[in-house]
C-alpha cells in the first residue's frame, strides 16, 4: 500500500479500529473516513436485500440476531506513526468514536491544510 495517495471512506458506515497498516501508506495525500456515524444511507444489495449504514454491517444479520447501531471507527484517534505521512494534506477524522490525545507528530506533517476531527 505504500503507493496509495487518496482514500475516501467517508459514510460508508465503516466500524472497529482503523487497521494500523494505514500507516504504511507512505505517500498519501487524503484519509477520508468521516461520517461513519449517525450517518444514514440506504442502498440495495443486488439480492434485494437493504443496507442502512446506521446499523453494523449495515444492518444485515442472520435469523434471530439483533441489529446493533454502528459507532463508527473507534481506538486511538492517531499513533505517533503518522509521521511516515510526510506528504499528507487532508485528515477527515470528524464523526467517529475514536478517543484519546492525538500526537505530536501531526506538527511533522509539513504539507497538512485540512485536519479535521469534531
Same mark, same amino acid.
Given at each position: ?45 443486488? %439480492?434485494?436485500?437493504?443496507? /442502512?449504514?446506521?446499523?453494523?454491517? $449495515?444492518?444485515?444479520v442472520g435469523? *434471530?440476531?439483533?441489529? +446493533? ?26 464523526? %467517529?468514536?475514536?478517543?484519546? /490525545?492525538?500526537?505530536?507528530?501531526? $506538527?511533522?506533517?509539513?504539507?497538512? *491544510?485540512?485536519?479535521? +476531527?469534531?
Amino acid at each position: 500500500m505504500p503507493n496509495l495517495l487518496s482514500l475516501e471512506l467517508h459514510g460508508n458506515g465503516l466500524s472497529g479500529e482503523l487497521p494500523s497498516e494505514m500507516y504504511d501508506a507512505s505517500k498519501i495525500q487524503l484519509l477520508n473516513v468521516a461520517m461513519q456515524y449517525q450517518y444514514a444511507f440506504q442502498c440495495q444489495m443486488s %439480492n434485494g436485500t437493504l443496507v /442502512n449504514t446506521l446499523y453494523e454491517r $449495515g444492518g444485515v444479520v442472520g435469523e *434471530g440476531q439483533e441489529r +446493533v447501531f454502528n459507532a463508527g471507527l473507534s481506538g486511538k484517534v492517531l499513533g505517533p506513526a503518522v509521521n511516515k505521512w510526510t506528504s499528507m494534506k487532508g485528515l477527515h477524522l470528524f464523526d %467517529n468514536s475514536f478517543y484519546g /490525545n492525538m500526537t505530536d507528530n501531526l $506538527g511533522d506533517l509539513k504539507y497538512l *491544510g485540512e485536519f479535521i +476531527v469534531c
